[in-house]
């Protein structure tokens, strides 16, 4: 007897819903354009996100960038002040002797090197590194071609691992890989090309620009001694502190510093930024999400308004139905369940509606645009259709509830006395 | 699931009266105005009675009309309904008692407008559960009843005002009720579509159901059982029961 009786909530609405269609349409068309717009916004959010954590992922993530620099503090009777710089064979001790550590890179810089592929010269710089820089500096070869590897370095091989736009400038549209290259007037093997790639964070420049030569080869060619950056990435995030704190021990002893003297080395710590990143975006996208939800709330007090006026205009006939033995409960049923249908109808149009304008921008071409490749193609998830599909049920719940309520205040003897 | 049963007229089968009032009373308490509509009502209507309820406008017999049919309830006193108090029901338990015991007859009839003639008739079997099969046949039966067969599906605006009241018999009927409660039912029909009703109220009475009529009309309440007039919230006259048969016009004099 007390159970509750579904089926007969859905009977009574059946019939409730087929009285206004046309007011209903109107209704519906607005709860479609507020969840057309929660969505879009949503979209562009999420392209804006993966294209921002894609970008920042471009220069590698979790590493220490360290710069030569100055002493902060007198050490062991030495002045403060003096230039601290690691060599190349600093990069071997660090390997061996700072716990923690996946690898330490050294990189020398040439900032003008003169390129030469027949009679086209460009001036640009030139790396030498260790060829596990490719692996954590994220340059992924073009197909057809190779980074630097380990033979590379211990032999010394003159070859030349080329930035995309650099490769693009010396060979235009000709393949660069296996075609020789005058890197100051000594002649290099162009071995492969970096894949194109979307990069936020730098030093010294894009990595789209710049020429890679072993460190041993570098060193060889041109003399030089003083590393410009050495890379270091920990094997564990959470283990950076204690690698850094390795790094100045270890080299405070090699070139006579003050272990805590943090001017020694200029350091830049990028781990757990891509993790920043991708929480500044979700927090843009949880704002866009906000803006879509109340545009959808203004389509969810039209939805309401309609009930309100259909329980007005059913006073009568809701209080026959209370003296013919309806409960309170199948009263408000039909009437959240109609508020329910029609938020969740102009939903799914919305829905529609939104995935058409998706496909319809992704055809937009974003190539060479850096606004656009930065904004990203607005993109739809699961998540987001699951946050929608929560806000229009939350939405079709409240513009039914309160109608509803006011429906079964209704007191029949009053509604029913004939004036 | 609710069962029907074959009612004699004779009561509700435990020898009671159908409605035992005593000592009701009813307060309108707006915060500024107090209106007492009903003083102290004694009342007692067995099975098979034809009961009008009489007085004029204000003298509380809508309100009366709203305590027997569970539609509100008393400020005071106690009321039981086929032997079972009202009393501190809920509202879903009013709404049961109401569906099952009480059908009601309007004055403007009070149809669905947008539903047709049978599934008016439904709603009353819709709301107490009554399978499908069952409230076709009941359906389709008190319709046939009340002489609407051929009109079943004809909406409320497209049927003249006594068959819109009859259908809203039919559906009064459709639970088979303990009491029929009309309020004015001939209130708003010219004269021949108003004796049509009344002659439909006497049949039925007359194959044993309880009646109770609240009414203006002398017509209507010369053919009752019994009259009670209600005067100021009080009872001022009840004619009583008669013996099984007798109109209330044998007793009144004119």
Redesign the interface.
Known sequence: ??RP?IG?VF??FA?AS??QRKRAFLTVMAIAWGSLALLLLLAFGEGLKRQLVKARAGMGTDLAIVWPGETGKPWRGLPAGRPIRARFEDVEVVRRRVQGLETCVGEMTNWRASLTNGRKTVNSRLIGANFEYGEIRNHIPQAGGRFLDAMDESERRRVVFLGDELAKELYGDEPPVGRQLLVDGTPYTVVGVMKKKLQMGMYGGPDADHALVPITTFKAQYGYEFLTVVLLKPERREDMPAVIRGFREVLGTRLGFDPTDERAFGIWNTAGEADVIRNIAIGIQLFLGIIGALTLLIGGVGVANIMYATVKERT??I????????????ITGPIVLESLAYTLVGGLLGMLAAIVVVVLLGMIPVEGNQALEFLGKPTLSVPIGIATASILGLVGLLAGYFPARRAASI???ET???E | MHVFRKRNGKGNGNGGPVIRMEGITKVYDTGKVRVEALRGIDLAIGGGEFVAIVGPSGSGKSTLMNLIGCLDTPTGGDYDLLGEPVKGLDRNRLSAVRNRRVGFVFQNFNLLPQISAYENVELPLLFGSVSAKERKRRTEEVLARVGLEDRMEHKPTELSGGQMQRVAIARALAMDPAILLADEPTGNLDSTSGGDIMALFEDLWRQGRTIVVITHDAALSRRASRVVEIRDGRITRDTGARPEGGNAREALPE
């Open positions: 007897m007390e009786r007969l009977r009574l019939r087929r009285i009568r006939e209080g026959v139905r209370m003296a013919l033995g309806a409960r309170p409960g199948w007191d029949p003897a029913l006395r004939y």
